[in-house]
């Protein structure tokens, strides 16, 4: 089955899969559509499926899977996955804000040519004051296989992770439990972009301005997650190459 056939497959299960979102893209496409399917009545269950890369093991089992009948004796049912949302509040214009995120909460300078100077509290202590860096990233266990996993080096389970994008001083990174309250208070006045997944606002923030971040108490329930991070359909369309070839004059 090729690509155009296997999306033919999905539109069919789309179509009478009426508690089931199939999301047919890449991690950003999870990251960015996710809140549409979120309801107060809660959440539909999502399935994410890659849209190019995918490995002839999953490619095979996709095929089988939009194509079963009701009947069908093979067994291809998909383990459901919950995962945690964070909540950043905030004040902007003296009014109250929420960014939830499903993956993570940035806080970074409009201003690309200058860094940040904040401190970062847990459970209203200082864990580290007065970093110079271009800004923070708050990851969710989702989103610890992200982008925070390109700024900090690390991946979790469990808890809230705090990651320093380009700090000045080399300062560990932290992961914290998930009954944690993150506050990320401004040293300096700056103008800010805050992020949530796809989501950004921006807020020109005086000195003292605090982000806190906690755990939304809310899960979103995800299908075949495991099936979505197969660490082959990943390395077919994330895949670096480092050529290390040089020459001497």
């Given amino acids: 089955m090729d690509d155009k056939t296997l999306k033919e497959a999905i539109d069919k299960f789309s179509a009478r899969a009426k508690d089931i979102a199939v999301l047919y893209g890449g991690d950003g496409t999870l990251v960015g559509e996710w809140r549409k399917f979120r309801t107060r009545k809660g959440s539909k269950c999502l399935l994410p499926i ?77 864990i580290v004051e007065n970093v110079i860096a271009n800004g923070v990233i708050l990851a969710t266990k989702l989103g610890s296989t992200g982008y925070f996993k390109s700024v900090a080096r690390t991946i979790f389970t469990q808890g809230i992770g705090i990651g320093l994008i380009a700090p000045t001083y080399s ?44 755990d939304a108490c809310e899960n979103i329930p995800i299908l075949g997650y495991d ?3 197969c660490p082959e359909c990943r390395k077919n369309r994330n895949s670096t190459l480092v050529n290390d070839n040089y020459c001497i004059v």
Wanted: hydrophobic residues 45%; charged residues 30%.
């Fill in 227 to 229: 099936h979505f991070m």
């Fill in 50 to 126: 890659r849209n190019y890369g995918l490995c002839r093991k999953h490619l095979e089992f996709y095929t089988k899977f939009f194509n079963a009948s009701e009947d069908s004796e093979e067994d291809l049912s998909l383990k459901q996955f919950l995962f945690p949302v964070l909540r950043g509040s905030f004040k902007d214009k003296s009014l109250d804000n929420y960014l939830d995120a499903l993956s993570e909460l940035t806080i970074v300078n409009a201003d690309q040519t200058a860094a940040l100077r904040f401190n970062i509290k847990v459970n209203g202590k200082p």
């Fill in 171 to 214: 300062v560990p990174n932290i992961v914290v439990g998930s009954a944690d309250k993150i506050q990320f208070e401004l040293v300096r006045r700056a103008k800010l972009v805050v992020t949530a997944d796809k989501l950004k606002q921006e807020v020109d923030a005086e000195a003292g301005w605090i982000l806190e971040a906690v």
